[in-house]
């Protein structure tokens, strides 16, 4: 666990200090000196007395008694050791260990590592890597690795479960000016991963000084539930997060004997925590240092954004980004901005974008940003784009804009193109303090992304309306595999999900008398097979006793027949919603329309379970087939809320079977306020 020696060290020894600083123990050292550490500072070398201008200990024994972090930049098989010293003589509480050779190389090396973890426990201690980085702090620099960026306390705590990825992602934030206030490279994770920093910032946050903005690299999930339970308490508090989840084509590799199998990956799990959590998913480090940019700026609070330029390209490509993810470019007209254009040189536009044109000046550009600011109601946040075809300096224009940035209440992006033309203008408008979007349509992407990711869930499942006892029963009856037909319809009732009635027998004249009650036309289906249609084993519009006799004879020759279901014929659009069981982090639901909505299109949303109504509804509303289940061109659509509390309820039914590892309802028939199921499948592994 994170702790006060790690963040705020009094002292801090180098273990494998060096004097060549490229190398890690000499890079360290250099950065923990430049970073201007202000606490006690020690190194140990086995053959030096003194490293870097440093008093050098030989042996870690002889060092004072009391040091609150340990650096370790030596081989792997003298760290066990070294741990043990520090942690049992010299009261050492935090480690850094930067050194390979660990759990990522072999079994030899993951012992070593467990010994450590093993030590550093018994003192309650925290440990991080080994394999890693080093972690950066606002009160010292102990990585190994160059760049060091800008640190204050409101820029962003980073946390990456890769070293050589953390450094690539700092290098991409610093090119737009994000600052940092804190990097933590986890490396194995032996003791302490992104997860237990993020528990860690969860609970010492303080509304008041800590850091708003969280970033996350993470090449697995290993504890997804704990993810899920900080992220989303630290966004209620008035954080944002944004991740990079690397990995995510596993999908292909699965044994699928559903539909829902053969859509369901971990990676879906992944988008559907994400999703809960109100995590902004990114797909790469640029990506990343965008989305993490949109962060640094005032939160946009509405649709209506002013794309202001003197150039007409970006200007139309960033609209267009900006409009396909959702947000609008609005017109802008009436006296206000009749009196605007005024200010500006003939020819310029104010219709939104404002155009003023290649001549425009820094003076134009502070009045165009006052008119969106005060004059221009409908108007919620301002792009602008301002870049130097080589002829003129920019520094002016940026002065003016940053000022600008400083006293409005709207969000203002700026969007900087000229990285080689006026590199130092865009230099100095970063040190100033600004961030700078180098390209319009990442900065669009990356905005909309942001205003579109959902807040977190607030409330989660109400299952005061499940029968546990009942969910227990039925399950642990049960053995392994599919689930029988009376199984299936009993969970089905207990959840309190509509279904169609329906009677299995293996005796034609017990299906004639079920027919007698419910009446022609019926169903018939073969009951053993998994896939029914696949066999001939479903006919629908059943209309006589003699075809009822025909079929039942022709079904229970069938393969692996065992009995033949009789339903009512049942009407309605076909809907899906299926669940898999993700370890870690429990039962991931899908929907979607059936057919070839689901085969082809692979049309599915996600969430992860217990689904509240809201975001069944927000899974729906996301489908691309949304549309017909509303109902197109005079077509009776499908009551929405009926469909969404199907998905809460089996959703909360599943929170109390962890043993139900597949299932899905396929087809779901929907017809107005009628939703009803008339094909489940649920696999059960105890
Ligand atoms: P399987 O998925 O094993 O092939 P289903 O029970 O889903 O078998 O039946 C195949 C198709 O038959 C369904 O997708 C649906 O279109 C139709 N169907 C099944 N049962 C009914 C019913 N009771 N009323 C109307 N159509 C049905
Ligand atoms: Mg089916």
Excluded at 183 to 193: D, F, I, K
């Amino acid at each position: 666990m994170i702790n006060e020696q790690l963040l705020n060290p009094k002292s801090i020894v180098v273990v494998g200090a060096s004097e060549d600083v490229m190398k890690p123990g000499g890079k360290i050292l250099k950065n923990i000196v430049d970073g201007n550490y202000n606490g006690d500072l020690y190194v140990t070398n086995l053959k030096s007395d003194v490293v870097q201008g440093i008093k050098s200990y030989r042996d870690v024994a002889d060092l004072p008694d009391s040091i609150d972090l340990a650096v370790l930049a030596i081989a792997a098989k003298f760290c066990p050791h070294t741990v043990e010293v520090l942690a049992k003589q010299k009261n050492t509480k935090a480690f850094i260990i930067i050194s390979a050779g660990f759990s990522e190389e072999n079994e030899e090396g993951a012992q070593l590592e467990q010994q450590i973890v093993k030590t550093i426990n018994e003192v309650g201690g925290c440990l991080i890597g080994p394999n890693c980085v080093g972690v950066l702090t606002t009160n010292h620099s102990s990585v190994f690795t160059t760049p060091i960026p800008a640190l204050e306390p409101h820029g962003a705590d980073f946390i990456s479960g890769s070293g050589a990825t953390a450094v690539f992602i700092i290098e991409a934030g610093m090119a737009k000016g994000l600052k940092f206030n804190s990097v933590y490279s986890v490396g194995n994770s032996a003791q302490t991963g992104v997860e237990e920093v993020l528990e860690y910032l969860d609970y010492s946050y303080e509304p008041e000084k800590s850091s708003k903005i969280k970033l996350l690299y993470l090449e697995s999930v290993n504890n997804p539930q704990k993810l899920l339970k900080h992220a989303s308490s630290l966004i209620k508090k008035g954080c944002k997060i944004a991740a990079v989840k690397a990995g995510n084509s596993e999908a292909g590799s699965r044994a699928a004997s559903s539909h829902t199998g053969a859509l369901a990956s971990s990676d879906l799990a992944v988008d559907a925590l994400f999703k809960k959590a109100g995590i902004v998913r990114c797909y790469g480090r640029e990506e990343l240092a965008n989305v993490a940019a949109v962060f640094m700026i005032e939160e946009l609070r509405g649709k209506n954004i002013a794309v202001i330029t003197h150039a007409g390209g970006p200007a139309v490509m960033l609209t267009d980004a900006l409009s396909n993810g959702g947000l609008e470019v609005p017109a802008i007209s009436g006296p206000k901005a009749d009196a605007l254009l005024e200010k500006l040189f003939p020819g310029s536009s104010v219709a939104n974008p404002i155009d003023f044109l290649a001549t425009g000046t820094a003076q134009q550009l502070g009045d165009i940003i006052e008119a969106c600011e005060n004059d221009f109601d409908h108007i919620d946040a301002m792009a602008v784009v301002f870049g130097s075809p080589g002829l003129f300096k920019n520094e002016e224009v940026y002065k003016v804009l940053h000022q600008k940035i400083r006293a409005c209440k709207k969000p203002i992006y700026p969007i900087l193109p000229s990285v080689v033309n006026v590199k130092d203008d865009i230099e100095m408008f970063i040190n100033m303090g600004n961030v700078n979007f180098p390209d319009e349509v990442l900065f669009g992407n990356a905005l909309t992304k942001v205003f579109n990711t959902p807040k977190p869930v607030m409330v989660n499942g109400d299952d005061a309306s499940i029968d546990v006892a009942a969910v227990r029963r039925i399950v642990e009856a049960q053995p392994n595999g599919y689930l029988t037909p009376e199984a299936v319809q009993d969970l089905l009732d207990v959840a309190g999900v509509p279904r169609v009635k329906e009677f299995v027998s293996s005796k034609v004249e017990e299906l004639q008398k079920a027919v007698d009650e419910v009446g022609f036309p019926v169903v018939m289906k073969v009951v053993g097979p998994v896939h029914k249609s696949d066999v001939g084993g479903v006919v629908l519009n059943i209309s006589s006793g003699e075809q009822l006799v025909a079929e039942f004879e022709r079904m229970m020759k069938i393969e692996d027949a065992t009995a033949v279901m009789v339903q009512p014929m049942a009407s309605g659009k076909e809907l899906f919603i299926g669940a898999t069981y993700e370890p870690g982090f429990g039962h991931m639901v899908l929907c979607g329309m059936g057919g070839i909505f689901i085969e082809v299109l692979k049309d599915v949303s996600t969430g992860l379970a217990p689904v509240n109504q809201d975001e069944a509804l927000e899974m729906i509303r996301s489908l691309k087939s949304y549309k017909i289940i509303q109902g197109v061109r005079g077509q009776k659509g499908i009551d929405e809320n009926k469909y969404a509390e199907v998905i809460v309820r089996l959703s909360n039914m599943l929170m109390h079977a962890p043993e139900i590892k597949e299932m899905d309802i396929n087809p779901l028939l929907g017809e107005g306020e009628k939703v009803i199921a008339v094909d489940a499948r649920i696999r059960i592994e105890k």
